[in-house]
């Protein structure tokens, strides 16, 4: 159905939210002729995906504006050129000294390290207790983590309630036994959004390990610097030995 | 203060209508490294925290076009934080198959404006393809008019028609084709 030029006005007020007492009137009148509705209805979807194209437009563009950001922040043009050298040949440097420290000692890889410094943590919510088994859901998933049982340890977490720091850490715990690096970041994430939660040192250093354990040591030493600046963390000591191993790799 | 808040959000709502971007992303520019500090306390993946700030900038654009915070009390970086605190939220709630939410502050949908889920819609996905499929300059048209909610006249402007009169029977054009390959989708 065609609607006057005067509707169409109206409707186009009402999508761009822009209608006016004056128009309201009309607008009931309009929307009694069911012809009306379902070219106000054709119309309201339309706008629907026209507003899904804008917003990604949208986006590009805030996404353009990082990039020119990141570009403005590498300026100035010469020195840059000069610097690049600087770092290339920097690079060539710690790619050659790196090669053969391997050679001398081909153990002191990221895995390896991460084999020698990760630990297990203990089940310190419902250890396992001599002669007994226990049948409460509760403690039964932390059981099964202590006996090394971790996907059965994740099943029975799943079924647990999400409200307890405990249960999202050691899942997140077994997710790194089971090497699902990448659910384990998640997991020990979503503990930052718990205010005072028991584990913030012990995550800090579990994913500090697993950016070892993924070969990114840059992202690695900066997670584990700040605990080797800490004599109060408790993976302090191991962070400074961790530190001082990195440094020769 | 509530004031000084209008005032901003008028010349934001000013600005955009007339098709100038500058203060808006003034405004985004200004906030963005603060808010990636503020967020990282949620999670480190920098990647995610951007996607939300842009969440948040995307649902002020809509909601200072629509009119929406005229009654906001709280300074534009504060609505902006608090939008972006839960877009962010909601995506790590969504992308975990575990996630703490009793007692976290900032779950709570924010006061002012509409929040709108930014996922896309599979149903408008059809007219997406009908819209994309009508050319560049029709597609630019009624994203200006319908999404970015510019005057006649700053379209005219932006698009470099001769006068108004143009733009408005262009739109008429535009959506005309639109319609038939709505309805040529819907027969065929």
Redesign the interface.
């Known amino acids: 159905m065609n609607l006057t030029d005067r509707q169409l006005d109206i409707l ?1 007020r009402f ?4 209608m006016g007492d004056s128009d309201r009137e009309e607008w009931k009148a309009m929307m009694q002729d069911p012809r009306v509705q379902d070219e106000i209805r ?1 119309m309201t ?11 990604e ?3 590009a ?3 353009a ?2 990039m020119e ?1 990141g570009k403005a922040a590498e300026k100035p043009g010469a020195k840059r050129v000069f610097s690049y050298w600087r770092w290339a040949a920097a690079a060539v440097l710690f790619l050659i000294v790196v090669a053969a420290l391997l050679m001398q000692n081909r153990d002191s890889d990221p895995a390896s390290l991460f084999a020698e410094y990760y630990a297990p943590y203990p089940n310190i919510v419902a250890p396992i207790q001599k002669g007994e088994s226990s049948v409460d859901p509760f403690s039964r998933a932390f059981q099964l983590y202590e006996a090394g049982q971790y996907q059965e340890a994740i099943d029975a ?2 079924l647990l309630p ?4 405990s ?2 850490f050691y ?1 997140g715990l077994c997710q790194v036994e089971l090497g699902e690096d990448e ?1 384990a ?3 020990f ?7 005072d939660h028991p584990y913030h040192q012990a995550v800090e250093w579990y ?1 500090a390990l697993l950016e070892l354990r993924s070969g990114s040591l840059e992202k690695a030493i900066l997670m584990i610097d700040p605990i080797a600046t800490s004599p109060e963390h408790p993976y302090y000591r191991k962070a400074i030995q961790l530190r001082r191993e990195l440094d020769h790799l | 203060m509530g004031n000084n808040n209008q005032q901003a959000l008028e010349s934001l709502y000013q600005s955009l209508r007339a098709g100038n971007m500058g203060l808006y992303k003034g405004y985004y520019q200004e906030y963005k490294n603060d808010f990636i500090q503020f967020a990282r306390k949620f999670t480190p993946d920098t990647d995610l925290i951007v996607d939300a700030y842009h969440d948040a900038f995307i649902v002020l654009y809509e909601n200072v076009l629509s009119r929406q915070l005229e009654e906001m009390t709280s300074s534009l970086k504060t609505y902006v934080f608090s939008i972006g605190k839960y877009t962010l939220l909601n995506k790590l709630k969504k992308r975990h198959r575990t996630v703490y939410t009793e007692g976290v502050e900032g779950m709570e949908m924010p006061q002012y404006g509409i929040v709108e889920d930014l996922e896309r819609s599979e149903s408008a996905d059809l007219l997406r393809r009908h819209i994309r499929s009508l050319g560049d300059a029709c597609q630019s048209l009624l994203i200006l008019f319908y999404y970015k909610k510019y005057s006649i006249e700053a379209m005219m402007h932006t698009l470099g028609y001769k006068n108004e009169n143009t733009v408005k029977a262009y739109k008429s054009r535009c959506l005309k084709k639109l319609k038939e390959l709505m309805q040529g989708a819907q027969t065929s």
């Open positions: 186009d999508l761009r939210n822009e054709n979807h339309l706008q629907q995906a026209i507003r899904e194209e804008g917003r437009r949208l986006r563009e805030l996404g504006w990082d950001e977490f799943e999400k409200n307890n720091p249960i999202i899942m659910e970041r998640y997991t994430a979503t503990l930052h959004m718990i205010p994913l």
